[in-house]
Structures are given as C-alpha cells and as structure tokens.
C-alpha cells in the first residue's frame, strides 16, 4: 500500500500545481478581459495608442475570456496556455515598444504560464499524436 501511495504522489503533487496555476491563470485573464470588455478608460486610451483600434481591444478580450474558460477544461488546457502565451508576448511586445509601460507582469505571467505548459506537456503530445 506504502508503494502505491508513493508512486501516486508526485502526479497527485502535479495536478494540485497545475490546477493551481489553471485558476490563477483562469482568473488573471477574466480579469484583464473585464477592462477591456467593459470599455475601462485606461484600456480603451491604450489600445488607442496602440492604433490598432478598439476591435482589437474586443478581440483581446473575447480571446481571454475564451482562453481563460479553456484553462480549465482539462482536455484542452495546454492549448489554452498557448494561446494565452501569445496573448501575453504581445502585451508585451505592446508596452516596451508602443506604451513604454511597465513590462514586468507579462514575464512572470509568460513564466507561469509557459510552466502550465511545462506541467501539461504530456498531455498536449498525446493529443497532437506525437
């Protein structure tokens, strides 16, 4: 019995972590989505900078809500990190090159995120068949 709950125990200790990711995560995109969503002054100014338009600020948005509900559907998970790591790389790559604003938070999130990616990276070959 001793050697089963051994065996069983770093995988119980990775899925507690990635769950525990998933919902911080999960939780950081709603709230991002929301600014953007609900046409927050300071989000509606950025993505003016940006220039772009607010379309993108919807896009953005919708994806991180779409992308932040797929966190934490374990089937597609991974995919969801992905696509919230591009999200991510390009708030970044807005606010050093465009809002020459604070680019901190997208490196620890990116990290986090690309960690997600790390603990699911099993599951995401499985699916891919490789």
Known sequence: MSTLATTHAPFEKNNRLTWVLRVLMAGL?????FGKLSGLPMMVQEFDTIGLGQWFRYFTGAVEVVGALALLVPAVSGYAALVLLLVDVGAFVAQVAVLHVDWIHPIVIGAILVALIYLQREAIQARLGL
């Open 29 to 33: 995109f709603l709230f991002a989505a």
